[in-house]
């Protein structure tokens, strides 16, 4: 008997007045069958998993949108004072208050979309074991619904840039770039850890240490210029790191454009959102049984 949570070949056609069909649900038959064009067929259920999860965010919440600004702000502050004033680590030319901001913006929006891709099967098993739709929906609306936290963010920075005189260049295009590449990075981690939370349910105990490990690992509290020239291509597999590094310079036209570092965490990307792509896509037709 096929598992519900297999995907259909295409979605149903539209049928005549008093036509019938019958659909059949199966399995992708090669690990490499992820069926994109049936997500595009959901993608009004794809818009309610968003708004959905927005709406639950702020739902009987005291000050609202507030907390989106509250956690970088405050971040910024305790970056600003311990490692600008005290540890007087370099900035780039820029003004501290800036230079943490404008990295915890994307920081910010990657690590509660890691979380929340990561926990997202899990969270909706009930909806996973009684109707069928495909999977991928579920960590990309939980990817997406992040972009709201971001865009609020976004604004604020922009009020301290102007606060401190840094008016947008042209560097400001890759802007949109840089965001869908930090989208892509927590959409294909997300979906490699969101399969495995099915699987292992210890995996979500992990995620706080790894969204720690991580930020130290990228230039948030530093400027990646501290890295050696020669192993800045290795600290670019990081994918956050050409991601925060890029973010610093289109926002402020400040420094040289991460090239090298750029493309190294693109191609790191690019390795990690196929892989999630296939190996969710497998534990797909098995997932609504573990679960």
């Not at 948030?220 to 991601?243: E, I």
């Not at 610093?248 to 196929?274: D, F, K, N, Q, Y």
Request: aromatic fraction near 16%; glycine fraction near 6%; charged fraction near 10%.
């Amino acid at each position: 008997m096929a598992s519900l949570t297999a995907s259909t070949p295409s979605a149903p056609l539209p049928l005549h007045s008093g036509a019938s069909a019958t659909i059949r649900i199966e399995p992708p038959r090669s690990l490499f069958e992820v069926r994109l064009r049936e997500v595009w067929a959901y993608r009004e259920l794809l818009y309610f998993f968003v708004w959905r999860d927005v709406k639950v965010r702020y739902k009987q919440t005291a000050i609202g949108v507030l907390w989106v600004i509250l956690q970088p702000v405050l971040n910024m502050l305790v970056f600003t004072l311990f490692f600008g004033r005290l540890a007087k680590l370099p900035s780039d030319g820029l003004p501290y208050p800036v230079f943490y901001f404008a990295a915890l913006i994307p920081w910010t929006y990657f690590s509660y979309s890691l979380q929340s891709t990561t926990n997202v099967v899990v969270e909706n098993q009930r909806l996973i074991t009684k109707v069928y739709f495909p999977r991928l929906i579920l960590p990309v609306s939980a990817a997406l619904s992040g972009l709201v936290d971001f865009a609020i963010g976004f604004v604020v920075l922009s009020i301290f840039c102007f606060a401190y005189g840094i008016l947008p260049t042209l560097a400001a295009f890759w802007l949109p770039v840089l965001l869908l590449l930090a989208l892509f990075t927590a959409l294909g981690v997300g979906l490699w850890l969101s399969a495995l939370n099915a699987l292992y349910r210890d995996v979500r105990y992990v995620i706080p240490f790894l969204v720690q490990f991580w930020m130290f690992a990228s230039p948030v509290a530093y400027p990646s210029s501290l890295v050696p020239a020669r192993w800045r291509w290795l600290y670019g597999l990081n994918p956050m790191a050409g991601v925060i590094d890029g973010f610093r310079w289109a926002i402020t036209g400040r420094g040289h454009a991460p090239g090298l570092l750029l493309l190294a965490s693109a191609s790191a990307v690019a390795l990690v959102l196929l892989g999630g792509l296939f190996y969710f896509n497998r534990m797909e037709s098995s997932v609504a049984d573990r679960v």
